[in-house]
């Protein structure tokens, strides 16, 4: 094979020089692999009223996402620190190969709780996907400028996934049935597992003779991590009862016990000397902060559209897709730019100030807010995104050793999913909570069936339920269905503004990685 006349494109996996063209090959079985992933996590939501209507089971509704959270949380720092001691190349074929298969099952499930185990199942695989797959970007580009120019890739193939996945979950639920959204990942992974298997090089960075698992972190984690997501999941439910107090010391025993073990196995899981280095502890904890923003903003905009503006579905999906399809744009514009910057941190500011626009502009969102001036709201959020969620991929490989590049990679992804589940679930309590406050007035006016019917913020949402809505209360009930839709839009406001919080606790992070530098390895 001919090396390239640029060195920075080519370089050596075992005795070989991998060209351009190989690269390229192989980057695009990683982007199916992105695409797979991504696809899949938004055409379910489009599809799940679907979906409950033909299996029933109401009450395991967010079960079918939650699975696949709790699942995939577990798996990727697992799976990430694993392919630093076998290589990559084998977990992500894996994977691809079980993602396929578990999207088999969902598609055949005939119970809801069928499809609960078949998501869990999947969660494993994806979460193997983005423990291994993003990690294999710095093994292919060991500079950090040229593997900046090529994750471009992996950043248009993820915008363009979620930019077509909740239309495709539209279009393939109305024409083909929701089971056809499940399968339309069979193509998909197919073409993945060509490209993967024909062109990614297996890389191994740990040589040592004997290799020892630490299986007794990777049990500890999975108790500490199961304990988290079901307390987002039940507490809400039931309540701080003496149940959620106890599995609360559960888990956190369950971490206690592991920051315990780490610190005296020989080849942890979590190495501490990863979280030793205070600038990556604090990219870390921004992970855990853009995960929360980005999935309160994505759940919760459409929410205020529909319910307190009156929107379709399919027009408030059109109004959040250039959140989206900007993040793709930002990624672009940001790998122009980062590597001509004596600061790269300064990238992650101007990110956060865009997202603290965003989030204020949702803040102060109301019936009279132009529709041009929330799609410029949500477009710049996009590009602030963009701004910062490579970038923190990019300095956290940077800062740490060769050897924990994969577990370093994968704890950043974790900590993004938890800000995420943490983001969706603690917004979307403090907005049904305020919504419930806001609507306690409008009690007095209807009689004690609409009263109930009122509490819940589905009515602004379901045309069926508000006919029923109006039958009980014929002669007020516009006039008290247009004041729910104000209390809706000030309990999203007052959600938003929590998140507006957690953007402004991201510039104190900053302190942390300003001094970063874009380091030759060695």
Same mark, same amino acid.
């Not at 720092?77 to 392919?83: K, S």
């Not at 003779?209 to 809400?236: F, M, N, S, T, Y």
């Given at each position: 094979?001919?090396?390239?006349?640029?060195?920075?494109?080519?370089?050596?996996?075992?005795?070989?020089?991998?060209?351009?063209?190989?690269?390229?090959?192989?980057?695009?079985?990683?982007?199916?692999?992105?695409?797979?992933?991504?696809?899949?996590?938004?055409?379910?939501?489009?599809?799940?009223?679907?979906?409950?209507?033909?299996?029933?089971?109401?009450?395991?509704?967010?079960?079918?996402? !939650? +699975?696949?959270?709790?699942?995939?949380? $577990?798996?990727?720092?697992?799976? %990430?620190? @694993?392919?630093?001691? =076998? *290589?990559? &190349?084998?977990?992500?074929?894996?994977?691809?190969?079980?993602?396929?298969?578990?999207?088999?099952?969902?598609?055949?499930?005939?119970?809801?709780?069928?499809?609960?185990?078949?998501?869990?199942?999947?969660?494993?695989?994806?979460?193997?996907?983005?423990?291994?797959?993003?990690?294999?970007?710095?093994?292919?580009?060991?500079?950090?400028?040229?593997?900046?120019?090529?994750?471009?890739?992996?950043? !248009? +193939?993820?915008?363009?996934?979620?930019? $077509?996945?909740?239309?495709?979950? %539209?279009? @393939?639920?109305?024409? =083909? *049935?929701? &089971?056809?959204?499940?399968?339309?990942?069979?193509?998909?992974?197919?073409?993945?597992?060509?490209?993967?298997?024909?062109?990614?090089?297996?890389?191994?960075?740990?040589?040592?003779?004997?290799?020892?698992?630490?299986?007794?972190?990777?049990?500890?984690?999975?108790?500490?991590?199961?304990?988290?997501?079901?307390?987002?999941?039940?507490?809400?439910?039931?309540?701080?009862?003496?149940?959620?107090?106890?599995?609360?010391?559960?888990?956190?025993?369950?971490?206690?016990?592991?920051?315990?073990?780490?610190?005296?196995?020989?080849?942890?899981?979590?190495?501490?000397?990863?979280?030793?280095?205070?600038?990556?502890?604090?990219?870390?904890?921004?992970?855990?902060?853009?995960?929360?923003?980005?999935?309160?903003?994505?759940?919760?905009?459409?929410?205020?559209?529909?319910?307190?503006?009156?929107?379709?579905?399919?027009?408030?999906?059109?109004?959040?897709?250039?959140?989206?399809?900007?993040?793709?744009?930002?990624?672009?514009?940001?790998?122009?730019?980062?590597?001509?910057?004596?600061?790269?941190?300064?990238?992650?500011?101007?990110?956060?100030?865009?997202?603290?626009?965003?989030?204020?502009?949702?803040?102060?969102?109301?019936?009279?807010?132009?529709?041009?001036?929330?799609?410029?709201?949500?477009?710049?959020?996009?590009?602030?995104?963009?701004?910062?969620?490579?970038?923190?991929?990019?300095?956290?490989?940077?800062?740490?050793?060769?050897?924990?590049?994969?577990?370093?990679?994968?704890?950043?992804?974790?900590?993004?999913?938890?800000?995420?589940?943490?983001?969706?679930?603690?917004?979307?309590?403090?907005?049904?909570?305020?919504?419930?406050?806001?609507?306690?007035?409008?009690?007095?006016?209807?009689?004690?069936?609409?009263?109930?019917?009122?509490?819940?913020?589905?009515?602004?949402?379901?045309?069926?339920?508000?006919?029923?809505?109006?039958?009980?209360?014929?002669?007020?009930?516009?006039?008290?269905?247009?004041?729910?839709?104000?209390?809706?839009?000030?309990?999203?406001?007052?959600?938003?503004?929590?998140?507006?919080?957690?953007?402004?606790?991201?510039?104190?992070?900053?302190?942390?990685?300003?001094?970063?530098?874009?380091?030759?390895?060695?």
């Amino acid at each position: 094979m001919n090396a390239p006349s640029n060195p920075d494109d080519s370089h050596i996996h075992h005795g070989r020089v991998l060209s351009v063209s190989h690269s390229i090959l192989a980057m695009l079985g990683l982007c199916f692999v992105v695409m797979l992933v991504a696809i899949d996590q938004t055409v379910v939501g489009t599809a799940m009223p679907t979906i409950v209507a033909e299996l029933n089971g109401f009450e395991l509704y967010a079960w079918v996402a !939650s +699975a696949y959270f709790l699942t995939s949380i $577990i798996t990727v720092p697992i799976f %990430g620190r @694993l392919g630093d001691f =076998y *290589g990559r &190349r084998y977990f992500v074929i894996i994977s691809i190969v079980l993602f396929t298969v578990s999207s088999v099952a969902c598609g055949l499930a005939q119970s809801m709780l069928q499809l609960v185990f078949a998501r869990a199942l999947q969660g494993v695989a994806g979460g193997m996907l983005v423990g291994t797959a993003f990690a294999c970007i710095p093994d292919l580009f060991p500079s950090t400028q040229v593997r900046l120019r090529w994750q471009v890739m992996l950043s !248009s +193939a993820f915008g363009i996934a979620n930019a $077509i996945g909740p239309s495709l979950g %539209g279009v @393939l639920t109305e024409q =083909y *049935g929701w &089971r056809s959204i499940f399968y339309v990942n069979v193509p998909i992974g197919l073409l993945s597992l060509y490209f993967v298997w024909r062109y990614l090089p297996l890389i191994r960075h740990h040589q040592a003779e004997r290799i020892r698992l630490d299986w007794q972190g990777a049990l500890l984690l999975v108790l500490g991590l199961a304990c988290v997501q079901l307390l987002v999941e039940l507490v809400p439910v039931h309540g701080a009862n003496i149940w959620m107090l106890l599995l609360g010391l559960v888990g956190g025993v369950a971490f206690a016990l592991l920051m315990w073990w780490e610190q005296r196995c020989v080849e942890p899981l979590l190495p501490p000397a990863m979280f030793r280095n205070p600038a990556q502890v604090a990219l870390f904890i921004m992970a855990t902060g853009l995960g929360f923003v980005m999935f309160s903003i994505l759940f919760y905009a459409p929410l205020a559209l529909q319910g307190g503006l009156q929107m379709r579905p399919q027009e408030a999906g059109l109004l959040v897709t250039p959140m989206v399809v900007s993040i793709t744009v930002g990624s672009i514009l940001n790998s122009r730019i980062v590597t001509r910057l004596s600061r790269p941190s300064r990238m992650l500011m101007v990110g956060l100030l865009l997202l603290l626009l965003t989030c204020a502009g949702l803040v102060l969102l109301d019936s009279h807010t132009p529709t041009w001036l929330f799609v410029c709201y949500t477009a710049v959020g996009g590009v602030g995104i963009g701004f910062i969620m490579p970038n923190l991929t990019i300095f956290s490989q940077e800062i740490a050793q060769r050897s924990m590049v994969g577990i370093a990679t994968a704890t950043l992804q974790s900590a993004r999913m938890v800000g995420g589940m943490l983001g969706a679930t603690i917004v979307g309590t403090l907005i049904t909570y305020h919504y419930g406050n806001l609507v306690v007035a409008l009690h007095t006016s209807v009689d004690a069936s609409a009263s109930t019917m009122l509490t819940d913020p589905q009515l602004l949402m379901s045309p069926e339920r508000q006919a029923l809505f109006l039958e009980h209360v014929p002669t007020i009930g516009q006039t008290v269905l247009s004041s729910a839709r104000e209390a809706l839009l000030q309990a999203v406001n007052f959600g938003m503004g929590l998140v507006l919080l957690v953007i402004l606790c991201g510039f104190f992070m900053l302190r942390k990685v300003a001094t970063i530098q874009f380091l030759k390895r060695r």
